[in-house]
């Protein structure tokens, strides 16, 4: 017949084998003496690292908030003034046709440049510095030069000379095509 194992003895031998395991372990190890210091040389060059993963952080943050700018201002830019050139030459078509909806068209026009402006000026100050200042300067420039054409354009009835409104149109065309050769192609 087989004997039972003895809790009691079994219980005995485990503790005698975890103490005599603790003893062992504690006799194999050994304490160091001396200061702790800091390697100078591993320091510095973390600290460049972590300077430099930082920068690279800030730096790419910068960079994506730079091209949102971009599309934030030249994705639309191509819609809201388009509209804007579509309703001017129609209102040229009907001025140069001494068409009886002339001032309707021509006042539409003038609106519709003034929208534009707005709508542009409103979309660049929003972007602040995250938009470059050279692509920024253009969208002014197109701002003032639609602002100036809507005015001419308001002056203008069936007897009025063109010179000042062609010239008006001409750098509202110069400022488009600045704007639209500064912005990413879609």
């Given at each position: 017949m087989m004997?039972?194992?003895?809790?009691r003895g079994f219980g005995l031998a485990c503790a005698a084998a975890a103490i005599g395991s603790g003893l062992v372990i504690a006799g194999c190890s050994s304490s160091v003496h001396g200061t702790a210091t800091v390697n100078q040389a591993d320091a510095a060059a973390y600290r460049t690292e972590m300077a430099s993963s930082v920068a690279a952080a800030s730096s790419s943050r910068k960079a994506a908030a730079q091209a949102k700018a971009i599309g934030d201002n030249c994705n639309p830019f191509?819609?809201?003034t388009s509209v804007a050139v579509t309703k001017y030459n129609d209102f040229v078509d009907?001025?140069?046709g001494n068409a009886p909806d002339q001032d309707g068209k021509r006042d539409d026009a003038a609106q519709t440049l003034e929208d534009a402006a707005r709508t542009v000026e409103s979309r660049v100050n929003s972007a602040g510095d995250q938009l470059p200042p050279e692509l920024a300067q253009k969208f002014t420039d197109y701002v003032a030069a639609a602002r100036e054409l809507a005015a001419e354009s308001r002056k203008m009835n069936y007897t009025s000379p063109v010179g000042a409104l062609n010239d008006a149109s001409k750098r509202v065309n110069d400022a488009l095509n600045a704007v639209r050769g500064a912005c990413p192609a879609r």
């Open positions: 004997g039972l194992l003895n809790p191509r819609d809201t009907a001025h140069d």
